[in-house]
């Protein structure tokens, strides 16, 4: 079972097997209100300061997300391990 976990947790961490931009891009073109606007010409802006593409955002947002998966899995994985 632990073997199984670490296989997850290495296809997700490690993108073994996937691409995450086309993840990304597949998601980001599922959202209708984008219409066809590319993901890199949108700019997020708080308060007239610019502050990052939509594109750069949902990236980093998705390493994070993947992240807090991760450690989710592998708090499983120390419950069998005990």
Do not use: A, P
Not at 32 to 48: G, H, M, N, P, R
Not at 70 to 81: G, L, T
């Amino acid at each position: 079972m632990n073997n199984k976990l670490q296989e997850i947790i290495d296809f997700l961490d490690l993108e073994e097997g996937y691409s995450r931009e086309e993840i990304i891009f597949d998601i980001l073109h599922e959202i209708k209100v984008l219409k066809d606007y590319d993901s890199d010409e949108i700019i997020l802006v708080w308060d007239e300061e610019e502050l990052t593409t939509l594109y750069d955002f949902v990236d980093e947002f998705y390493l994070k997300l993947i992240e807090k998966i991760c450690d989710v899995i592998k708090s499983y994985q120390n419950e069998i391990k005990n």
